[in-house]
């Protein structure tokens, strides 16, 4: 049976003193639930029935301790996999977050655990684990732990902290005479995630916020995802790098860091490696017609001495191209975890990355990789507000169901389900269609839809790596309709035009055609009017700002016009004559439930006014069915009965 990791969220209105951190299917009607237990970790089993039941009952017979598999806190790093009938977990053991260790519990196989050393662990934050085979073997099959801790190995006297890869076999007994009930098989090696600068410094991102195995149809040679954070004073920054199972396994063959003395530097590991080599698993590879190694147990002791005195690694995994995919610096949010679709577009295939953030978005992102050296091209496709919370003590969690299309987004104070595309938001041309670069969307000749690949040949439009709607578009709907919009503005008082592009990566500009007689030209932004990413904003509106304003798009060589506005500016002396005159014949205040004779007339009047300033057509419509208006309130005209649909306070026309 395949068994699924699964992310449950229990939501309270109050502070909950059992946070669930373990949740796996245990068979086919139960699941293995552990929890925080009010710094006393449990678990138990859940029964959920057999499939097309709908149940959810605690067994409280199989009620017990979870220490070893569950931390004391919902904040403490951890990490968990559940293999094979066996629980592997990466976490601090006690209540005061010394015992950082590696256990393996519950299943047919013997319970082990690191040794309380240093070298092996150092204070570490466990963020992931996953079971990844080397090959075909399942003698060779080992858990991958993914975590940040303290080094040892760096020159800052082990205040550095660096990002590690480790593992262990799954088929590690432990020793016979050394490390008995310990982990004979843990290695673990350093993740490098940085940028190249000038004079060969490199800016490094050493804290690692999340892991996301990219598994590939064939569940070989899987890629993995990691998002890292800073740990500098300076600036806060974030990075996703990606590393190939190649990479990594070539490092786990190579040398070992040792270092001969406290004044001595680390350095690779030049003497006699030991046989069976340590770190590698018992298996058909290890077998020797004179000496038959069936388990750990059978290593020799010089091969147990070694693995615990040479943990780790000499040389670090580097990322893909050595540098990271996407790079993103002084947000306001911090990114907090990722997951990654493979898709299948027109020209290729493209990991849509969707990155959660501590204020309750999700960030959708492609990277576009041209050359084997050159910076990739991050493209950011959406940025959706799922939550209108921040999560700066407790991050989002993101569960992806691919087949469905669909992402789980959860909280502590809700779960979401959220669409891994809506095609449908990229307007109505096929130039926006092709320029929003969507791999899971293409124009179809009549709108932007889902794409779907298939051996039929179908009329479809996209260009992911390019994003040219020249060369695809111009036998189509090339840029849509425009409608031209109207907003009235009033001398003095300030005024905005909204104007937001359907593509994130489009650069605005403003241009105005104020009469006939003149040219159209592009608008001078000051401190009076300034360029914004919702639109353009008049802080103090002038008469001879009135006119004809074009918002243009412009990307990747080719504009179009995204919306047109006239501007028309009501002069401020017509203004306050009218509210003079409004002054004058203003009848008494009364409840707003109708046109009453003593005050419809005035109002009317008043209403007339303002309709002839802006250049209302309907004046006889207004004439015939009145207005409702009381001081202070805005109004709104109901044709059908003169009763006021909303009030509230009066703003600026």
């Known amino acids: 049976m395949k068994h699924t990791h699964i992310t449950l969220l229990f939501v309270f209105q109050t502070e909950c003193a059992n946070y669930i951190r373990v949740l796996y299917p245990l068979n086919r009607t139960h699941l293995l639930a552990c929890g925080t237990g009010a710094f006393h970790p449990i678990c138990a089993l859940v029964y959920v029935g057999h499939r097309g039941e709908h149940v959810f009952n605690l067994d409280p017979t199989s009620v017990e301790s979870g220490r070893g598999r569950c931390p004391h806190e919902p904040n403490r790093g951890f990490a968990s996999a559940f293999i094979g009938g066996d629980l592997y977990t990466g976490l601090t053991a006690d209540f005061l977050g010394r015992d950082s260790v590696i256990f393996r519990t519950m299943g ?18 466990f963020v992931s684990a996953y079971l990844i085979p080397d090959n075909d073997d399942r003698d060779n099959d080992k858990v991958y732990f993914f975590f940040t801790e303290k080094a040892v190995e760096s020159d800052s006297k082990g ?37 190249p600068g000038p004079d060969g410094i490199d800016t490094y991102f050493d804290e690692l916020e999340d892991v996301f195995l990219l598994r590939t149809k064939d569940g070989k040679s899987p890629e993995i995802y990691a998002l890292f954070s800073t740990i500098s004073n300076v600036f806060q920054g974030f990075a996703v790098c990606v590393y190939r199972m190649a990479d990594i396994w070539e ?28 770190g590698v698993c018992p298996s058909k590879t290890t077998n020797q017609p004179s000496r038959q190694y069936s388990s750990t147990k059978d290593y020799p002791d010089e091969v147990l001495h070694f693995a615990r005195a040479h943990p780790l690694m000499s040389k670090a ?40 953030t501590d ?53 502590r104070v809700g779960v979401a389900q959220v669409k891994l595309h809506q095609c449908e938001t990229y307007g ?121 304003y074009y918002c243009k798009a412009q990307e990747h060589g080719f504009a179009q016009t995204v919306t047109k506005i006239m501007l028309e500016v009501i002069e401020g002396e017509q203004l306050e004559q009218v509210f003079q005159r409004e002054q004058e014949e203003e009848p008494p205040r009364l409840p707003c439930r109708g046109p009453d004779p003593r005050m419809l007339h ?34 709104r005209c109901h044709v059908a009965g003169a009763r006021c649909i909303e009030q509230k306070p009066r703003s600026p026309l």
């Not at 490092?251 to 340590?278: I, L």
């Not at 975890?337 to 493979?342: A, F, G, H, K, S």
């Not at 309709?611 to 004046?619: K, T």
């Open 428 to 548: 109505t041309a096929c130039a926006e269609c092709c320029l929003a670069r969507d791999p899971y969307c293409a124009w179809d000749g009549h709108t932007c839809t889902r794409y779907q690949a298939s051996g039929k040949r179908r009329f479809r439009r996209q260009d992911i790596r390019n994003g040219n709607p020249m060369h695809h578009c111009l036998d189509q709907n090339l840029t849509g309709e425009r409608k031209e919009k109207v907003v009235y503005g009033t001398e003095h008082n300030s005024t905005f035009l909204e104007c937001i592009p359907k593509s994130p990566q489009a650069t605005v500009q403003w241009f105005v055609h104020r009469s006939p007689e003149e040219l159209r030209d592009e608008v001078k932004t000051d401190d009076r009017i300034m360029k914004t990413e919702q639109g353009l904003l008049f802080r103090k509106l002038f008469r001879q700002d009135a006119g004809m």
């Open 251 to 278: 490092v786990f063959n190579g040398p070992y860091a040792h270092k001969d003395g406290p004044d001595h530097q680390w350095a690779a590991y030049e003497g006699k490696v030991p046989y069976p080599r340590p």
């Open 108 to 125: 047919h196989r013997s319970s082990l655990r690191t040794e309380m050393d240093q070298r092996l662990l150092n204070a570490p934050k």
């Open 159 to 195: 205040r550095a902290i660096f990002s590690r890869v480790g593992r262990i076999c799954v088929n590690d007994a432990g020793g016979q005479r050394v490390l008995v009930n310990k982990w004979s098989t843990f290695n673990k090696a350093r993740l490098v995630c940085s940028v």
């Open 602 to 635: 005035g109002q009317r009047m008043w209403f007339k006014d303002i309709m002839h300033l802006i250049g209302y057509a309907n004046l006889q419509r207004v004439e015939e069915d009145g207005g409702c208006w009381q001081p202070g309130l805005s109004w």
């Open 317 to 356: 995994v580097h990322p893909v191209h050595r540098r990271p995919v996407l790079v993103k610096t002084n947000l306001q949010h911090r990114l907090r975890q990722i997951v990654v679709d493979r898709v299948e577009a027109e020209d290729g295939q493209y990991d849509v990355m969707f990155i959660g």
């Open 359 to 411: 204020a309750g978005s999700i960030l959708k992102v492609i990277a576009l990789q041209r050359g084997n050296s050159a910076a990739a091209e991050e493209v950011i496709l959406e940025e959706l507000q799922v939550f209108k919370v921040n999560f700066k003590r407790q991050q989002s969690l993101c569960s992806p169901l691919f087949g469905q299309q669909m992402l789980y987004v959860g909280s």
